[in-house]
């Protein structure tokens, strides 16, 4: 069907930069709204940039002005370009699709809530 592979992230010092990348294989027919969201240690899942199809965005406000998602509707990808990051940033980050249509024989199925494996980041102080 479809997947969400997730490439990027790794260990970085304070002030450093890293960008994720997300790439939904599959007979992909749309994709509407592509996110990342992370969850650091005890602490819930946090949506961390957002963008839709038609490239509007939306922020954390922890991480407005360092953080830029950006996508590829062509490619299916989404990418999240991180600068200025702190030890807070830590965390595993998730790629999610709200809903993505795809081909199954001669139909498009819609299929909601789709999620990347996890990739992790770790900003050291």
């Known amino acids: 069907q479809v997947q969400l592979v997730e490439s990027g992230g790794g260990l970085v010092q304070a002030g450093g930069s890293l960008r994720l990348s997300c790439a939904a294989s599959g007979r992909i027919f749309s994709i509407n709204v592509m996110g990342w969201y992370r969850q650091a240690p005890g602490k819930q899942r946090e949506l961390v940039a957002a963008?839709?199809?038609?490239?509007?965005?939306n922020y954390a406000d922890s991480v407005k002005g360092r953080f830029t998602i950006f996508r590829d509707n062509a490619k299916n990808t989404v990418v999240l370009q991180m600068n200025s990051l702190k030890p807070e940033d830590t965390a595993v980050y998730y790629c999610n699709v709200d809903r993505i249509g795809y081909y199954s024989g001669s139909y498009v199925r819609d299929e909601y809530d789709y999620w990347g494996q996890g990739t992790q980041v770790t900003v050291s102080s």
């Open positions: 963008i839709t199809s038609g490239g509007r965005t």
